[in-house]
Structures are given as structure tokens and as C-alpha cells.
């Protein structure tokens, strides 16, 4: 980016004013602010300066300074700072600023700065012979899907090509550029696909649309059963729920028929052995006897009489 400083004292006018419009908007713009904030409208105040003289003038900065009671040094930072501001004469018919960033580049945006250089001057900010005309180029404007594109004013024009830019400014030049569509120039929507629609062409109709009609309510009192649709979907066997026992262990079935051969046990239960010191299964409790004690119970010898 080039240094960016005032114009040369040969074109600085000796003052500056708004006309009898933009003194309206002046006065309405610095009442939008509370006491003591006026300093927000520098900025809608020198955009309006430029709209009405074309550029920003040194005498512009200091009236806006004074108006909003502001140090020189404060408006001269903004109005040095933000590339929209021009610092010096432009064509008074139309100052074409060409995006260059990658996009815009990569489709042919030094064509269209070749177009500015043959038809108005080599170098950017100079205007042409008649003063009509300036060009610049321009970081992006933020219409990239449409590029190579141009910004004149506050107009983009979008998607063209070293011929219709040509056009354009031939147009501009002969004073009738408010006739130029502005926007995309090779007929496309928008920013819509050159041609029509790409992709999402399949005609699917959706599951479900807000517009089916709803379920009808069940009945009040009526017994509505549980939803599964948060279930997991599970086919192994040992869920099923259709079974009444659990399926004997093949490893069990074939201890228990060991076990029946020897005699050592009349029982085929697969239960789990009972816990140490429980209750043995089926035989009944000694009087006295407390579940899980296999000793006697110690009792306290009775102490004579007369010890404490
Ligand atoms: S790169 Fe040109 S508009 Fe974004």
C-alpha cells in the first residue's frame, strides 16, 4: 500500500462548505449522538464531503474538525487512514477502482487494469486529459464468487471481461453511467452458477414436512405404551426376550453328569457354592444357632457376688 497523504497545495481549494442539502444531513447526523460524543459523525461527515466535491480536501478536514471540535491531527488520522477516502482529485465522471486481490487475479484482473491504462492514464490517481476519468487499484471488495469485478461510487460491477469493462467506461464518460446495470455483467443471478442450478437437482421428496398432518391425541385415560425409539436395536439371543429360562451352561451340564457318576453328589443344581460360613442348604438350624456360626457360643462366666 502507498503512503497516503494530502494532495499538493496547488489543488487544495482555500476553503470548503456544504451546500444547503448536505448541511441538513450534517445537522441531523451530529444530533443522532449523545452529548459529548459528536466525534462519532466524523466519519458520515467527511463520506458526505467527498460525495459532494469528489475528494477529501485539506480544508474539508479542518471545517470537519472544527465542526465536531476535534484536533486537526484526529480527522487528518481517519481521512489518511481509510482507503475510501480519496486525497486527491479524481475524474470527475468516474474513478474505477479494480480489485487485485487473488481471486479477482487469478481471473484476469491485470486485463482489466490494462483497460484503465489504455483508456484514461498508465499511472493510477492521475485522471485522464479531460479530468474525467481516474482509476485505481483496490484490495478485495468482498464479491470474490463474482469476480474479476470493479467498485465505481458505490456500485459493484461484477463477473466481466477486458471488453465490457471497456463499455462501461465508455458509458461513464459519455454521462450516461447511471444506465449501466450494475451487478453481475455476463447475465448470471447474483451470485447464483453461470448457467442455472448445478447440483440439488434430484427431485426428493422430504420424510416429513411441518405441513403432514399431526397424529391424532389418544384418548384421555387410555394407556399409551412406551416408545422404542430410543432402544438400541439388539438381535443377540441371550436378549431375548421371548425366553422364559436362562440356557444351561454346556461346562455346567457336563460337571453335573460327572458328579452324578462318582455319587459324591445328589444334587444337579448349578447353583453357586454356597458363601463360607452360611447356612448349608436344606439341613435345619440348630436351636440357638445364628445364620453363618459353625463354633459354639462363647458365653460370660458368671462372677461372684461381691466383685465389682
Ligand atoms: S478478490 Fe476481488 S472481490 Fe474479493
Redesign the pocket.
Known amino acids: 500500500m502507498s503512503v497516503r497523504r494530502l494532495a499538493e497545495d496547488q489543488f487544495q481549494p482555500a476553503s470548503f462548505a456544504f451546500n444547503a442539502e448536505n448541511t441538513v444531513f450534517e445537522a441531523a447526523t451530529i444530533a443522532k449522538y449523545p452529548e459529548g460524543r459528536q466525534q462519532s459523525a466524523v466519519i458520515p461527515l467527511l463520506m458526505r464531503a467527498q460525495e459532494q466535491d469528489g475528494w477529501v480536501t485539506k480544508a474539508t478536514i479542518e471545517y470537519v474538525a472544527q465542526k465536531l471540535s476535534m484536533p486537526y491531527i484526529r480527522v487528518l488520522e481517519v481521512a489518511t487512514f481509510y482507503t475510501q477516502f480519496q486525497l486527491k482529485p479524481v475524474g470527475t465522471r468516474a474513478h474505477i477502482q479494480v ?1 487485485g ?4 487475479m487469478l481471473r484476469g484482473s491485470d486485463e482489466l487494469i490494462k483497460v484503465c491504462q489504455h483508456k484514461i492514464h498508465h499511472d493510477p490517481f492521475h485522471t485522464n486529459a479531460e479530468g474525467t476519468l481516474s482509476w485505481e487499484e483496490v484490495e ?5 464468487v463474482n ?1 474479476p ?1 470493479v467498485i465505481i461510487f458505490k456500485d459493484a460491477y461484477e463477473d466481466l471481461t477486458p471488453e465490457r469493462l471497456e463499455q462501461i467506461i465508455d458509458e461513464f464518460e459519455a454521462g450516461k453511467g447511471a444506465d449501466v446495470p450494475v451487478g453481475p455483467q455476463n447475465g448470471r443471478h447474483l451470485s447464483a452458477p453461470e448457467g442455472g442450478a448445478l447440483t440439488l437437482l434430484d427431485d426428493i421428496k422430504p420424510v416429513r414436512t411441518n405441513l403432514d398432518p399431526k397424529p391424532a391425541p389418544a384418548a384421555e385415560g387410555a394407556s399409551v405404551p412406551p416408545a422404542d425409539a430410543g432402544h438400541p436395536k439388539d438381535t443377540a439371543p441371550e436378549t431375548d426376550k421371548s425366553l422364559k429360562t436362562p440356557v444351561t451352561a454346556p461346562k455346567a451340564a457336563a460337571k453335573n453328569a460327572k458328579e452324578a457318576e462318582k455319587g459324591e453328589s445328589t444334587t444337579t443344581s448349578t447353583k453357586p457354592a454356597a458363601k463360607r460360613g452360611s447356612k448349608a442348604e436344606g439341613a435345619p438350624a440348630a436351636e440357638g444357632a445364628v445364620a453363618g456360626e459353625d463354633k459354639p457360643k462363647r458365653t460370660r462366666k458368671a462372677k461372684p457376688e461381691g466383685e465389682a
Open positions: 480489485c486481490t487473488t481471486p479477482c478485495c471488495q468482498g464479491a470474490c469476480a469485478m
